[in-house]
Nanobody, 120 residues
Framework: VQLQASGGGLVQAGGSLTLSCAASGGSVRSNTIGWFRQAPGKEREFVAAFGWSGNTKYTDPVKGRFTISRDNAKNTVYLQMNSLKPEDTAVYYC???????????????WGQGTQVTVSS
């Protein structure tokens, strides 16, 4: 599975961005698709995931602000990010795995990152 992440950018605090993770060589319906982020000097951390069975999970700091969704026709998973905060600044990565949803960064396939910068 090849993954292409896009949609990052510079936004002011309180603003919104939508990240896209387009898959090829495999179906998002048969994979768990996760979003992770990594800030400078920090470890990669789990943000949200859409399981192949349709379940979703979020890390607590983004609950109520971020929404993950899946478009089977476009073979793409989205991360809608609202009420962005400076602490959301990071490189965001999407990843895919054929196994059930996990918060661990052990996914089999990874896309390139997309930078999200939130200014205060």
């Amino acid at each position: 599975v090849q993954l292409q992440a896009s949609g990052g950018g510079l936004v002011q605090a309180g603003g919104s961005l939508t990240l896209s993770c387009a898959a090829s060589g495999g179906s998002v319906r048969s994979n768990t698709i996760g979003w992770f982020r990594q800030a400078p000097g920090k470890e990669r951390e789990f943000v949200a995931a859409f399981g192949w069975s349709g379940n979703t999970k979020y890390t607590d700091p983004v609950k109520g602000r971020f929404t993950i969704s899946r478009d089977n026709a476009k073979n793409t998973v989205y991360l809608q990010m609202n009420s962005l905060k400076p602490e959301d600044t990071a490189v965001y990565y999407c990843a895919a795995d054929r196994l059930k949803l996990t918060r661990n960064p052990t996914y089999e396939y990874w896309g390139q990152g997309t930078q999200v910068t939130v200014s205060s």
